[in-house]
Every structure is written in C-alpha cells, then in structure tokens.
C-alpha cells in the first residue's frame, strides 16, 4: 500500500538524486508533486551531474500554488511554498530535510518526513538492500547529515556504523 501524495523539497530532491534514488518517490507514494519555487531552485544549475535526472524525474510533478506566499520571510522560497502546496493540495507527507524549516511545518500540523526518514521505510520494506553506502555517498558529497543520527539509523537496521573523521 502506498501512502498518498508528498509535496519534496529541493534538499531531499538533491539527496535523493545524488544516490541515484528518486524513484523510491514513486515505489512509496501515490504520487509526488513540487511547487514551481522548487522546480526552480532543482534546476537552477543545469551543470550538475544530478541535473538531467531531477530534470527528467519532476518535469511533469509541478504545481503552482494557489494563495499568496504569506511564509517566505519565516524560510527559504521553496519551503515556503511546499508547506503552502502541501495545504492547497491536502498532502499526506511533506519531504524536507532542513530544521528550521520542518519545525515550523510541524508547527502548522503538516505530517513531515526527511531523507533519511524516508531511506529508513524504504530499507524497512525491502526497497534499498542497505543505507551505509548511500549514507558514505551523502557525507562523500557535502550532505549535511548528522554522524550521530546517521549511525543511529544504520544500528536499527543493524549495519555497520560509519566512523567518518572529516
């Protein structure tokens, strides 16, 4: 059974892509959509080798938001639009790695989940055979993820921690 739709924020999208995973998007939800905020921060830098798969995965999932951008002076413009979307469209999930952010979501009642939330259900049903590789691609490329909640995660699979001295 999937679980609905998900409004994605472009750090998760980034993530996502950089591990070659976005599809686990489509495995795991009904449908995904983005706002065109997002849309345009995911392909800003056409240069990126992430670049042509965020292009060719979203380029049918935008979604303009309908009411007025009352949230951009609490968060970035395509945050801000992703919680707006998630309400227009009466979301199930909110994807979104960035703290302040997600705390403010969380706030107004949005369900939310991350990355490595979303990593985690998918090595639960069997999706990814294990999260210690993609997490070395993530610290490899200058993902900000914590080591600690990293290891925690790879402990309740019961994998290898990672011992990454930067």
């Not at 892509?17 to 686990?24: M, Q, T």
């Not at 056409?46 to 938001?65: L, N």
């Not at 951009?72 to 960035?98: H, P, R, V």
């Not at 939330?117 to 090595?123: E, N, R, V, W």
């Amino acid at each position: 059974m999937k679980n609905g739709l998900v409004i994605a924020d472009s750090g998760a999208i980034f993530s996502l892509a950089i591990i070659d995973k976005l599809e686990i998007l489509n495995i795991l939800f009904d449908d995904v959509k983005i706002p065109i905020a997002v849309w345009e921060e995911i392909t800003l830098n056409k240069t990126t080798e992430q670049y042509h798969k965020i292009q060719s995965f979203f380029h049918d999932k935008t979604q303009k938001i309908v009411g007025f951008n009352e949230l951009s002076f609490l968060m970035d413009y395509g945050e801000s639009e992703s919680l707006i979307l998630y309400k227009e469209l009466q979301a199930d999930f909110l994807l979104i790695d960035d703290k302040k952010a997600r705390k403010v979501a969380e706030n107004f009642g949005l369900n939310c989940i991350g990355t490595l939330g979303l990593l985690s259900a998918a090595k639960d049903k069997g999706i990814i055979a294990e999260l210690r590789p993609l997490f070395n691609i993530f610290l490899q490329n200058k993902r900000f993820y914590s080591i600690k909640l990293l290891n925690a995660i790879l402990v309740k699979h019961k994998e290898k921690k990672i011992n990454y001295n930067a």
